[in-house]
């Protein structure tokens, strides 16, 4: 090695240890997965306003929610490894993860601590015929199937654990699942649903009208000394919790890491936090490092057990689309073949315009042939991967059948204008799928729309403007509150 190379290499490592030294110098993101007023949401703040003000630098909580936690996770992982975007980490991941195929896994975090641990417990109405224990057993299998279970989402933890004591106790029931705990607590609360499967915590302030009906672990709550534990009658259900801790993305310095993991360890013996435990009646714990790596590998492998017992695919990587390419020469070969057969039956002259319009309703063909193998829906919702470019393969079609429709109606005046027409809309729908990936699906659908609207000569801004922003709310709402799609964010947000 010679002199120069040597000082680079002295250079970069003092450079390296500086950098390291110094995190954080600026404020650190913690990505939440709910909204605001959730468990872990409080959680997390409760911890960037302790650590704060032992390290001198803001911690400062995002929310993400939507896609069941998959919004979140894919952002902390879309980051850069250094630090600087914490995850808020529960143990409601598990199921997502390990049932969208999103690119990454569990082994792509570096798990930081868990803090805080809450043993899994079903709750009932206090004024129903159906609030103990064994009320609820007794009616499942006097009535199997009838019994309605609720809770937030399809085949999250708490649905995991429905599934499981319906294994364990041999019964049977439905589950209705909710965008988060709230709602689902309230129709218990107005007798809609039997049981709402959750948290000891979730009843605070509400216990004038819900009830603890039984909860896994070994001994009774010390909060509720009155509520049975599913071991007492006879389900081996003792150490089922909901964990929340911290985790970073795979890479992140050894330094920076064990920072986070001091920082953790000292706010865990806060007087504060101490003090938050207890109001939200949760247990406070410190499991570092690699034993919290540990918890979470063991329980996702209970977690697929129970995944696939409540009919989620897991781990099964669905099939690619055999030759797209070929399908797609076929595709437009036939296209071609039937409007070449239909200009010369009608007596139009040569035109460029209606092979173009074939094009893109080949394109859109293909779209859906290559879809048509994405991963199917999960279990509880009507839409998946494949859903967004089912959407605009169907815009394609339109436009081509529109074209077309335009031409047979008076072929003359098809001229060189409608074909660059035609291939405008072609290249704004090529460059809109180019920057899904940077500025995500929503911005980039607007750009698109306002694009296509200004070439379609469209000459008033207000209507373009008000066009746009409703079908992007639309969209929004749709896509990202109800259905709870991951739309893509994009690299620069």
């Known amino acids: 090695m010679n002199k120069l190379s040597f000082k680079l290499l002295i250079i970069s490592i003092l450079l390296f240890s500086f950098a390291s030294a110094t995190y954080p110098d600026k404020p650190v993101k913690i990505i939440v997965h709910t909204k605001p007023g959730g468990a872990v949401d409080l959680m997390a703040r409760q911890f960037a306003q302790i650590a704060g003000q032992k390290s001198g630098e803001s911690f400062v909580v995002v929310n993400k929610p939507g896609g069941s936690?998959?919004?979140?996770?894919?952002?902390?992982?879309?980051?850069?490894?250094?630090?600087?975007?914490?995850?808020?980490?529960?143990?409601?991941?598990?199921?997502?993860?390990?049932?969208?195929?999103?690119?990454f896994s569990l082994e792509d975090f570096e798990y930081l601590a868990c803090l805080t641990i809450s043993p899994e417990a079903i709750i009932t109405n206090k004024h129903s015929d159906i609030k103990t224990i064994e009320q609820v057993l007794a009616h499942a299998k006097a009535n199997p199937n009838e019994q309605k279970w609720c809770g937030p989402g399809s085949g999250s933890l708490d649905h995991l654990m429905a599934v499981k004591i319906w294994d364990k106790s041999s019964i049977s029931a439905k589950w209705i699942p909710y965008g988060g705990g709230g709602p689902a607590i309230a129709s218990v609360m107005g007798k809609h649903n039997h049981v709402y499967?959750?948290?000891?915590?979730?009843?605070?302030?509400?216990?004038?009208?819900?009830?603890?009906?039984?909860?896994?672990?070994?001994?009774?709550?010390?909060?509720?000394?009155?509520?049975?534990?599913?071991k007492e009658v006879g389900i081996d259900l003792t150490t089922d919790v909901m964990w929340r801790g911290f985790a970073v993305k795979k890479g992140t310095s050894s330094d920076i890491v064990s920072?986070?993991?001091?920082?953790?360890?000292?706010?865990?013996?806060?007087?504060?936090?101490?003090?938050?435990?207890?109001?939200?009646?949760?247990?406070?714990?410190?499991?570092?490092?690699?034993?919290?790596?540990?918890?979470?590998?063991?329980?996702?492998?209970?977690?697929?057990?129970?995944?696939?017992?409540?009919?989620f695919s897991v781990g099964i990587e669905p099939p690619s689309a055999p030759m797209p390419i070929l399908i797609f020469i076929i595709t437009i070969g036939l296209v071609s073949f039937l409007i070449y057969f239909y200009l010369k039956k009608k007596g139009f002259k040569k035109s460029n315009v209606p092979y173009i319009s074939g094009v893109g309703f080949s394109i859109a063909i293909n779209f859906i042939f290559i879809s048509s193998y994405f991963p199917s829906p999960r279990a509880g919702t009507s839409v998946g991967a494949a859903t967004i470019p089912q959407v605009w393969a169907l815009f394609l079609i339109v436009v081509s059948l529109m074209i077309l429709y335009q031409f047979n109606d008076s072929p003359k005046q098809s001229g060189q204008g409608r074909v660059q027409l035609v291939l405008s809309l072609i290249g704004i729908l090529f460059i809109y799928v180019l920057i899904i990936s940077f500025?995500?699906?929503?911005?980039?659908?607007?750009l698109m729309m306002i694009a296509g609207m200004i070439l379609l000569k469209h000459e008033k801004i207000k209507t373009i403007l008000l066009t746009t922003t409703f079908v992007i709310l639309f969209m929004y709402g749709i896509f990202y509150k109800i259905l709870q799609v991951p739309l893509p964010l994009g690299t620069l947000f």
């Open 259 to 311: 920072y986070l993991q001091n920082l953790l360890k000292e706010v865990s013996q806060d007087s504060k936090w101490k003090a938050f435990i207890q109001t939200t009646r949760v247990q406070g714990v410190f499991i570092e490092g690699e034993s919290f790596k540990k918890m979470v590998l063991s329980d996702a492998v209970s977690a697929k057990t129970y995944l696939e017992k409540a009919g």
């Open 69 to 103: 936690g998959i919004l979140s996770l894919a952002n902390v992982y879309n980051e850069k490894a250094d630090g600087y975007s914490i995850l808020a980490f529960p143990a409601a991941f598990l199921a997502p993860i390990q049932t969208t195929d999103i690119g």
């Open 439 to 446: 500025i995500g699906f929503l911005p980039a659908s607007a």
């Open 197 to 230: 499967v959750g948290n000891p915590e979730d009843i605070i302030g509400r216990e004038s009208n819900l009830k603890i009906a039984a909860i896994a672990s070994e001994e009774r709550h010390p909060d509720f000394p009155n509520t049975p534990t599913f």
